[in-house]
């Protein structure tokens, strides 16, 4: 980093596993940007700053102004840094950036703004670093009248209209298909052998009878045994039961002709669009990352309109 | 064992995680019995005579005479001691016996049987262990024209009549509750609070809409952080979960008016039966050890008849 006296205020998602990092000019340009192993599930005691000082290092100006360190994600959990408490749905960004907390930072220079997550009361559901996902994506489109499909570990869909998140579910999608495919009886039938059309078939198996789930499941396995071989696209097929049982419980939801917008990644996210196109429905691919970036930089935005001028 | 002398033949039910070993008097009744922890998945390549002598030791005769062991279970898997190929259903005790595969034995006294699984060709399906426990059932309900629930970590259902195992369904539902319960975001709601009212009201939402499971699971964890405080009874909901779908995929495909009988112990069981009659069906308690084991003595009796007069 050659021009540290150009950033402004960095930006973080802290998540469970990992956390990014993003070096911010004033005009909330990227000027620099790291990554780290070191997430939630690797902290121990307190040592959030630490880990946060470390990584920041070189990124501080030569003044002695204080730089603002605004984190979405799961350090504000309880089990994190410091609890940022739920806001209600239907919350806006402002709302969300107004309940961020600021724990007690040694560092001198540092200004830490833990910002909170989402929570539904009726029909129990939370989120954490996906709603900043939401706010860069409803500030890139203000008036988005649709479904926003987040695909992950706990996949969620959010009903957001009037630049605001009505409401949201979570499927655990994601977390489901990891066990089974490394920890369960499944894990001797996950050849590296990707098919589409397997999972496309699979994708429209769900849809028919998404209730004989547990059943489809051992098929995997026992297709392989009843053969005397293992079975082809085996990978293919239990994404397409997994993810195929969350599309076909949510397909119903979608209000008819609204738009769905798809924020990740990657091969993950083509398997969802994949998934609604075998159910009719096209979707809108988002750059997750540009979306987390975005919600950031709005809530630094509100923020630094409500910090004192010589903040 | 005082009266080893008595001991006519051994009967052995060899598991993925254990095995169990029962002393046989000719008229069928049991001497001895012993378990031990080294089921399939603890011995590695060729171990297995070698813990079967161990186990057996202190129950040959003293005469030279050699002793049948008869065993069921998954050491006729192609991992375990020697694969004894799956018959087909439909498929009837005396075929199950007459499929038996005898490994070379070094140990000159031991003459050792081990016996087939059931496999089912179109909706694939395959079971070890529990088809000896069909055949103990049947030997003593020979009219028997109903279906059969074997829960367990690979819970069965299978179509009995006419003394024949003519089709049955798996369900993943004991591996896929421990997965969830142990090594998923749900392991925090795991508090050891079981209620059996929480248990009822989920196998209800299950049956009302079983599509949705992937959700209602994050639920468990959720409606606990929205509360701010830990769910009560979420090993109970997270089981009437699990099994409540597979029941609501299953009772709808119950032969109307037929039997059902349950094979299983303890809690389990009771859960079975619970769930069932929260869909108005009855079932009847049938011990597994005794299943098990009338099913090894049916195949020893088949076995005994063809072998050779001075055997």
Request: hydrophobic residues 45%.
């Amino acid at each position: 980093m050659d021009q540290p006296d150009k950033i402004c205020w960095i930006a973080v998602d802290w998540g469970t596993s990992n956390l990014r990092l993003w070096a911010m000019d004033q005009n909330n340009a990227v000027l620099d940007r790291r990554e780290s192993g070191q997430g939630l599930n690797k902290i121990s005691d307190g040592g959030f700053e630490a880990v946060l000082t470390e990584l920041v290092s070189g990124w501080l100006p030569k003044s002695n102004a204080k730089i603002p360190v605004v984190i979405c994600g799961m350090a504000g959990a309880k089990q994190g840094w410091r609890e940022a408490p739920y806001c209600t749905v239907p919350v806006r960004p402002d709302e969300l950036a107004a309940g961020a907390v600021s724990p007690p930072v040694d560092h001198a220079r540092l200004s830490v703004f833990i910002l909170p997550g989402a929570k539904q009361v009726e029909d129990p559901d939370v989120m954490r670093g996906e709603e900043t996902q939401l706010v860069g994506f409803m500030a890139d489109m203000p008036d988005y009248d649709g479904w926003v499909c987040l695909p992950g570990t706990h996949s969620k869909w959010a009903r957001v209209q009037n630049g605001a998140i009505l409401s949201f579910r979570t499927y655990m999608s994601g977390e489901v298909y990891g066990l089974l495919a490394q920890n369960s009886i499944l894990r001797h039938s996950m050849a590296d052998d990707w098919n589409d059309d397997f999972f496309r078939d699979a994708i429209l198996k769900a849809a028919g009878q998404p209730g004989d789930f547990l059943h489809r499941l051992f098929g995997i396995r026992a297709a392989g045994l009843v053969g005397n071989a293992t079975l082809p696209g085996g990978p293919a097929t239990l994404s397409g039961y997994v993810i195929g049982v969350e599309i076909a419980d949510m397909v119903p939801r979608l209000t008819p002709g609204s738009a769905i917008a798809l924020i990740g990644d990657g091969k993950l996210a083509v398997l969802y669009e994949t998934a609604l196109a075998c159910h009719g429905h096209s979707a809108r691919l988002i750059n997750a990352e540009t979306a987390t970036l975005g919600g950031l930089c709005r809530a630094y935005t509100v923020l630094a309109a409500s910090l004192s001028p010589d903040f």
